[in-house]
């Protein structure tokens, strides 16, 4: 492969999995904004997860016409629909309106999630394919944190200038025009069952998991921030852009367990470390300490993201990856969506920290009993073996 296809694939990542994010810290804002509006808190955080509920939908639909329509001209017109419907922000004035372009946005990503994710696969092999993983997450990490910083100063000029964000959509296009080039397919390959294999299902949903307790980094510690320590937008933005660099160190890191445990075991290590973040952010008292708490987050969380994907994409092959891609997709942005719904109703009976302590400990503790369970069945297959 060409440096700049590469390069082009990298940025391609950088921009969709934490796309979402780019307004993270003008929700509060936001609600200010439509204050005259019932339930305009929950309308707010699904300004966040709306994207991630079409993607939801979608994204199993999306991956095969993409695998009819081509991977090149699928990026092409995902991002300019990106583009377009991501700074819808920036001139409607209707809250509906506002959902709607969200959703019309959510499709853009979902297509430029699946075809990055089957790309890596086609143009990658084993080893290879781990160590660019990680340098992929590390973009989406470093994109996430550039949206959140640049969305996090904007916001606090005026709520709707961090939808111009999205325009970086636009500035990909000449460059996925000129350097992406779709890998042919032979006869053998076509005539290959396309059915997802059952254990496929279990990836999927250590992926729904996974999403669903990291989001809640993103979709709760700016009102915690903002409403209870008092930060403004840009600080706000900083604690989580510096999580979201911690969570590249995450990435890149992972190749180096590759070496050394298994899908399995890097996912319980991952979610360990998540967990103690967690359970730290609920005890601080100083915003400044978040600048140490919510990367542990963000390295736990960066662990888990490049494992569950190459998981994944070590179970397909050229045919069922995008099919596979597209059910995975769903899967993450699924965990997206239903993070701000599912513990909606926890966080209005207690404080938010507490909320977080509670989170943490649980998750803890989950990976002790997980631990407990895997050992006691590894102990029993050895002595039926003997």
């Known amino acids: 492969m060409k440096k700049m296809a590469i390069f082009t694939l990298l940025l391609l990542s950088m921009i969709t999995m934490m796309s979402n994010v780019a307004i993270v810290t003008t929700l509060p804002q936001l609600k200010e904004y439509f204050i005259y509006i019932n339930d305009i808190e929950f309308y707010s955080r699904l300004m966040l997860t709306l ?26 017109c995902a991002l300019s629909l990106f583009a377009l ?17 969200r959703a019309i946005f959510g499709i853009g990503v979902a297509s430029l999630m699946i075809v990055s994710t089957s790309l890596v696969g086609d143009y990658f092999k084993d080893h290879e394919r781990h160590k660019f993983m990680g340098f992929q997450s590390a973009f989406t990490a470093v994109g996430g944190m550039m949206f959140v910083t640049g969305g996090g100063f904007l916001s606090d000029i005026s709520w709707r200038y961090p ?9 990909l296009l000449p460059m996925v025009y000129k350097y992406f080039k779709e890998v042919k397919i032979t006869t053998q390959v076509i005539e290959e069952d396309v059915s997802i294999n059952s254990n496929m299902f279990f990836i999927y949903a250590l992926a729904f998991f996974f999403m ?21 937008g840009s600080t706000t933005g900083m604690i989580i852009a510096i999580a979201f660099l911690s969570n590249a160190m995450g990435a890149m890191f992972f190749s180096k ?20 973040g967690f359970a730290a952010i609920g005890i601080v008292n100083s915003i400044t300490v978040f600048f140490i708490t919510s990367p542990i987050v963000g390295f736990g969380g960066g662990i888990m993201m490049t494992n569950i994907t190459a998981w994944m994409l070590s179970k397909t092959s050229i045919k069922k990856r995008v099919k596979s891609s597209g059910y995975f997709t769903s899967s993450l ?43 006691t069945k590894k102990n029993s297959f050895i002595k039926n073996k003997i």
């Open 333 to 375: 942005f699924l965990g997206q969506f239903f993070s701000p719904i599912v513990f909606h109703p926890v966080v209005n009976r207690m404080p938010l920290q507490d909320f977080f302590f509670l989170i943490g400990v649980s998750l803890m503790l989950l990976v002790v009993l997980s631990t407990l369970y895997l050992r």
């Open 257 to 276: 367990l590759k070496t050394r445990y298994n899908f399995s075991t890097i996912y319980i290590i991952g979610l360990f470390i998540t967990g103690i």
């Open 51 to 76: 994207p991630s509920l079409i993607i939801a939908i979608l994204a199993p639909f999306l991956g095969h016409i993409i695998f009819k329509f081509g991977k090149k001209k699928s990026t092409l």
């Open 212 to 232: 669903l307790i990291f989001f809640i980094l993103p979709t709760q510690i700016p009102f915690l921030l903002i409403e209870s320590f008092k930060a403004n």
């Open 85 to 101: 419907s991501g700074s819808a922000g920036l001139y409607l004035d209707s809250i509906e309106l506002l959902l709607l372009s």
């Open 163 to 171: 939808f111009g964000i999205y325009i970086i959509g636009a500035l």
